[in-house]
């Protein structure tokens, strides 16, 4: 079974760029997720797509943050502008469906350096 | 809200050693807890999960049992092998809340 896809696996810009992640869930998963792990953190999530809609975003900046999962399957994760304090690895993750006991599967991130 | 807190790291032991790393949680409602690992160059990955007090969950020969009364899930393990070198996280949800991580603890296992 193929695992999570992300890409690119490394990113960097200078402050106020913009950059944009990809993402190819688990073929089948319902559900998918982007989080944030700041280096020395553990990851904290930005947004929660079922589907094409959206489930939790409350996390996200929506100033500069954006993303979208066209057709329920791929997804991709913009900031624009960058700040500095966005250098981060950004996580993908998918699982069967929502709930307490589904099992997150997750892709090996993009590590982004805004310089 | 939900929260996890985990022992700091690094934690260094050498091979055969006992290992234990410390979590508590804060939680409304009955949460599902969670170990998960990230080995070096690799995605996060389950390790082991309980879903209400008492349950212990185990895998690789890692084991955590939930214990509602001190609001812990703590991980051990009886002899660790340098291929478990890792960072772990402990994490939690309830409810329909999003899974809540630990800012994770990272083993390093010398022979």
């Known amino acids: 079974e193929a695992g999570v896809a992300q890409s690119p696996r490394y990113k960097i810009i200078e402050k106020r760029q913009s950059v944009a992640f990809w993402c190819n869930p688990i073929s089948g998963h319902a559900t998918l997720y982007w989080y944030q792990q700041i280096l020395g953190q553990g990851p904290k999530l930005l947004i929660q797509?079922?589907?094409?809609?959206?489930?939790?975003d409350s996390q996200l900046p929506k100033d500069r943050f954006s993303a979208e999962r066209l057709k329920g399957v791929d997804s991709t994760l913009k900031i624009q502008p960058a700040k500095l304090e966005d250098s981060a690895v950004y996580l993908c993750?998918?699982?069967?469906?929502?709930?307490?006991?589904?099992?997150?599967?997750f892709g090996s991130g993009t590590q982004l350096s805004v310089l | 809200g939900n929260s996890v807190t985990q022992m700091e790291g690094p934690v260094t032991l050498s091979e055969e050693a006992f290992l234990t790393i410390n979590c508590t949680y804060t939680?409304?409602?009955?949460?599902?807890l969670f170990w998960y690992v990230q080995y070096p160059g690799e995605g996060l990955q389950l390790l082991l999960k309980?879903?209400?007090?008492?349950d212990k969950g185990s895998n690789k020969g890692f084991e955590a049992t939930y214990r509602k009364e001190t609001t812990s899930f703590h991980l051990e393990k009886g002899s660790v092998q340098v291929s478990d070198s890792a960072v772990y996280f402990c994490a939690l949800n309830s409810g329909n809340t999003p899974l809540v991580f630990g800012k994770g603890t990272r083993l390093s296992v010398i022979a």
């Open positions: 993750a998918s699982s069967q469906n929502t709930g307490n006991n589904e099992k997150l599967f």
């Open positions: 939680a409304t409602g009955y949460p599902s």
């Open positions: 309980a879903t209400k007090a008492d």
């Open positions: 797509f079922q589907n094409n809609g959206v489930v939790d």
